[in-house]
């Protein structure tokens, strides 16, 4: 059984999570990792979904079949041997992205989409969530001014991400006990203060 400690950053584009997933991580002592693209097999999968005029004719059941295969591998061999061998685990994406991605953004359906990524992770989901919410004003601003071209998703269209952004709010409101909701529109370093305290907190209950 998993004895170290699961925790997933959770958001919509630009939101930050990569940055306070790598503090959190750095602070713990954990293992840091991402999806897709934590294993060298999702790294191939990551291209496949996420590359800019590499997957543009994928129907939406392949994708999320993609990163269902991605997430299955991920738990295989990073995630569950980290957490049985004691070390904490912090990953930039878990399967709640698929939940919001694949199912309220892309419109497949929410409850099939569980299925598959619980059967995919062996039914292994985060002790905790954090959702770091930031609005999508924000998110264009900061993506806008990265500099970087859009991968596939970030591409999608405002319409798209609205969707994902409300997915995101309706699970975190469905399980309180495991969800918890950051405002990440704030400086880099005050999120990362509330989400120390919001670590130290979840983990003393």
């Known amino acids: 059984m998993p004895i170290g400690r699961f925790i997933a950053f959770e958001g919509g584009e630009a939101s930050g999570k990569s940055t306070q997933a790598a503090r959190l991580a750095s602070a713990l002592g954990a293992v840091l990792t991402r999806e897709p693209g934590g294993t060298e097999l999702g790294q191939h999968i990551r291209e496949l979904?996420?590359?800019?005029?590499?997957?543009?004719?994928?129907?939406?059941?392949?994708?999320?079949?993609?990163?269902?295969?991605?997430?299955?591998?991920?738990?295989?061999?990073?995630?569950?041997?980290?957490?049985?061998?004691?070390?904490?685990?912090?990953?930039?994406?878990?399967?709640?992205?698929?939940?919001?991605?694949?199912?309220?953004g892309r419109g497949l359906d929410v409850a099939d989409i569980r299925r598959l990524s619980d059967w995919a992770s062996g039914s292994l989901w985060p002790d905790l969530v954090i959702l770091l919410d930031?609005?999508?004003?924000?998110?264009?601003?900061?993506?806008?001014?990265?500099?970087?071209?859009?991968?596939?998703?970030?591409?999608?269209?405002?319409?798209?991400?609205?969707?994902?952004?409300?997915?995101?709010?309706?699970?975190?409101?469905?399980?309180?006990?495991?969800?918890?909701?950051?405002?990440?529109?704030r400086a880099v370093d005050e999120v990362s203060a509330e989400v120390m305290e919001v670590v130290s907190a979840f983990f003393a209950a």
């Open 134 to 185: 930031v609005p999508a004003e924000v998110a264009q601003r900061r993506l806008a001014s990265s500099g970087v071209g859009l991968d596939r998703l970030e591409a999608a269209g405002d319409e798209f991400h609205q969707r994902v952004a409300g997915g995101f709010r309706e699970l975190a409101a469905s399980c309180p006990e495991t969800w918890r909701v950051i405002d990440g529109s």
């Open 49 to 104: 979904v996420l590359g800019a005029g590499v997957a543009e004719g994928v129907d939406v059941r392949a994708e999320a079949l993609l990163l269902a295969a991605d997430r299955a591998q991920h738990v295989a061999s990073v995630i569950r041997p980290a957490l049985v061998s004691g070390r904490d685990v912090v990953t930039d994406r878990y399967a709640s992205s698929s939940l919001a991605y694949q199912g309220y």
